[in-house]
């Protein structure tokens, strides 16, 4: 059961909507709880889930009061008695009053339970720098998640991906974590997927074929990735770009691979530079690659700062086009020392 008529093109905000969509339709068992997210109270902050309820009932699309534990901890209740929730945690900051819920319960049951208990809940989360929302509504806290054992953490960087990986999320049977962008929930389009298409989760795309250093990502930055790209292949420069697409489970084989091929790699993220999933991504490349890297592996990522809400502050605090571009160009040099500490660009 899918609607009489699809896009051609979506953008986040219709990738997640139709994804949903396509699992109320298809699966009894799979319904969404969160603040505002009935049509009543206007389908959601982002109007992610604008339309659901009217299509598929209240009871399946259900608001509740503003409580995350409460809705974290309804979403787990219900999943080990055969339900597949999706819950939404309006912005990922709002996650941290779950947080309970999330790391003791949802988490560890099924490894407490000698695998007898499946915990299939998906928590759908928004989150993204560079909207002037302050330093409350715009952190990224994937690598928090990541970190946790028991839980998958995906971060699309395209509506197509974005569509397939929270299929994957729903009908995967451990917890879920996906990140929605709102920064770029309406600016960016793709072409709409085949209806009930999946991308696997622990699996990374390589996007773009290159030759000279390795750019792995995920998430908004990689717009501003494609797009430098694009500049130096016009000087001859050859860009391979990594999209992770899932950052817990981490896909480094594909990155190991692409590394190995270029000799050079820079990895990016919007969260915080430090401790981030960027420190870790680097490390398993240095612990594989470390005699056969041409250069040190670069990072780029948030300053050490809450995020600011000054425009101007936030714009100095987040990665820009230039920074990504000079991070290659440093790679591609032949007189930088093989010490990191000697190489690095941010702070």
């Known amino acids: 059961m899918t609607p009489a008529k699809l896009p051609s093109k979506i953008n986040f905000c219709q990738a997640s909507n139709l994804a949903l969509d396509w699992a109320l339709a298809n699966d009894p068992t799979v319904f969404l709880l969160g603040e505002d997210i009935a049509d009543e109270e206007g389908g959601g902050v982002l109007t992610v889930t604008r339309g659901l309820s009217t299509r ?29 929730p999706v819950a939404e945690i309006m912005m990922m900051d709002f996650a941290m009053v779950a947080m309970d819920q999330i790391v003791n319960h949802a988490a560890k049951l ?10 299939p809940i998906t928590l759908r989360m928004a989150s993204g720098v560079g909207g002037g929302t302050g330093g409350q509504h715009a952190d990224m806290y994937e690598a928090m998640f990541a970190h946790v054992p028991g839980l998958k953490v995906a971060v699309p960087s395209t509506p197509a991906d ?27 389009t793709s072409s709409m997927p085949e209806p009930g298409y999946r991308v696997p989760l622990g699996k990374a795309n390589v996007e ?28 001859g420069i050859s860009v391979e770009i990594v999209d992770l697409r899932t950052v817990a489970p981490l896909d480094m084989d594909t990155v190991l691979t692409s590394v190995e091929k270029t000799g050079r790699a820079v990895v990016i993220h919007e969260a915080v530079k430090s401790f981030g999933v960027g420190a870790e991504v680097s490390a398993r490349i240095a612990e594989s690659l470390l005699g056969r890297l041409k250069a040190p592996v670069q990072r780029i990522g948030g300053r050490n700062s809450p995020v600011p ?39």
């Open 56 to 84: 598929h009932g209240t009871e399946r699309v259900r608001s509740t009061p503003i409580s995350e534990q409460a809705i974290v901890g309804a979403a787990i209740g219900a999943s080990l008695v055969g339900m597949r």
């Open 162 to 188: 974005a569509y397939g990986l929270l299929l994957s999320c729903i009908f995967d049977n451990d917890p879920c974590i996906f990140v929605e962008n709102f920064v770029s929930m309406f600016a960016h």
């Open 208 to 235: 773009r074929e290159g030759a000279d250093v390795s750019v792995i990502g995920y998430g908004h930055p990689l717009v501003d990735v494609r797009k430098v790209a694009d500049k130096l292949q016009l000087e």
């Open 309 to 347: 809400f000054s425009r101007p502050l936030e714009q100095a605090y987040m990665w820009n086009a230039e920074e990504i571009e000079r991070a290659i160009r440093l790679t591609l040099r032949s007189d930088v020392p093989l010490n990191p500490s000697e190489a690095s660009i941010t702070v």
């Open 110 to 119: 099924r490894f407490m339970s000698g695998g007898q208990t499946f915990v």
